[in-house]
């Protein structure tokens, strides 16, 4: 099979043929229809988290099952799936308290070498999936059989960007109808965040992020209103429109301490802020502790959209197929595997909401 691997150049991704091992008994190998290219993808590569070269990225995937272990039961060969990074065992303390965002499995599923290079050593898969690769062997845990007609290409968002976004909004706040929302950060997770609230009924929803693109296409996906924090300061820009006090719901989609301190000051007071942006393992930042006490704001982690993905994938599909969730307009560019690395440069330069890389 060909990937696109880290070899511990923060820079690019090497294309590789690779040898992957025998399906396990709880193994699924599947053909892989499309890959979306994620932020976290990129942050991975620039060492948000100790990562060992010698890694498939790409995380975000839709594909056909070709091969299953002899104790798969949840999937069979033929039966179309959408990837979750975040493995659901169904099983686990976790799981059984609809938190399989939290799964206990999830160390054992995706550290697991599933491979060798052409040199001889083993590889491992981002997240236990490695998708960016022609086929990627599974635990059966992590993957999501679903029954639809839509593209791989939009099919694959679900995976990752759709349901962090969208469960932030639904899951993880419970966004109340009539509610103010300020998203701050609006790539491909920040567009779905704005979609969710939209579906909620927040009567209000900022956009707030510096490149004209990402505010345009906020604005005709759901936002109300769009804020450049180049022309002065964030906050004060969305107080003005929220009569002074702030947003009900301020979603952080970047990950670094600097936009987490903002997005609680673009909180009102008893308002809440979701953490969604994945931030560097070490990075800390400071919350003023008399005015956690004082203003009674409410700081929540999101992890994968506080999603229960076998619940939560047909759902999403659901609102795409009846149009309630526009995802044609997420995918800016499609691409093939050998132009991974064109992929994130036009990911860092803001040129683009989503690319896809397509079989």
């Not at 022609?134 to 593209?151: F, H, P, R, W």
Request: aromatic share 6%.
């Amino acid at each position: 099979m060909r990937a696109a691997l880290y070899t511990g150049d923060a820079g690019t991704l090497a294309i590789e043929q690779l040898t992957p091992n025998p399906p396990g008994p709880r193994d699924v190998v599947v053909e892989i229809g499309a890959s979306g290219v994620c932020h976290s993808d990129l942050s991975l590569m620039r060492g948000y988290v100790p990562l060992p070269p010698g890694m498939v990225l790409g995380h975000e995937a839709a594909g056909r099952v070709v091969e299953v272990g002899a104790k798969v039961s949840r999937v069979k060969k033929g039966d179309r799936v959408v990837a979750s990074f975040v493995p659901s065992c169904g099983a686990c303390w976790y799981c059984l308290r609809e938190q399989s965002e939290l799964c206990e499995r999830e160390n054992e599923i995706t550290m697991q070498a599933r491979g060798t290079r052409p040199g001889g050593g083993m590889y491992m898969c981002m997240t236990g999936l490695g998708t960016f690769a022609d086929v990627m062997t599974v635990d059966e845990a992590s993957v999501v059989k679903v029954e639809t007609q839509l593209a791989d290409a939009q099919l694959a968002l679900i995976s990752c960007g759709v349901t962090t976004g969208v469960g932030a909004a639904l899951n993880t706040a419970k966004v109340k109808p009539g509610a103010t929302v300020a998203v701050l950060g609006c790539g491909g997770v920040g567009q779905a965040v704005i979609q969710g609230a939209r579906i909620a009924g927040a009567s209000r929803i900022i956009a707030v992020d510096p490149q004209h693109l990402k505010r345009d296409v906020a604005l005709t996906l759901g936002a109300t209103d769009a804020v450049d924090p180049a022309k002065g300061d964030p906050v004060a820009q969305v107080q003005a429109l929220t009569g002074g006090r702030g947003a009900d719901y301020a979603f952080e989609v970047i990950g670094l301490p600097e936009t987490m301190q903002t997005a609680y000051r673009l909180a009102r007071r008893g308002g809440e802020v979701i953490i969604v942006g994945m931030a560097r393992f070490e990075a800390q930042f400071q919350l003023p502790a008399f005015g956690i006490f004082f203003e009674q704001k409410t700081v929540k982690g999101c992890k994968y959209g506080s999603a229960q993905v076998r619940r939560d994938f047909p759902r999403f599909i659901e609102l795409i197929e009846t149009r309630r969730f526009d995802i044609s307009s997420m995918v800016s560019r499609t691409l093939k595997l050998d132009a991974i690395n064109e992929a994130f440069r036009a990911m860092e330069a803001g040129e683009v909401i989503r690319t896809v890389i397509t079989s």
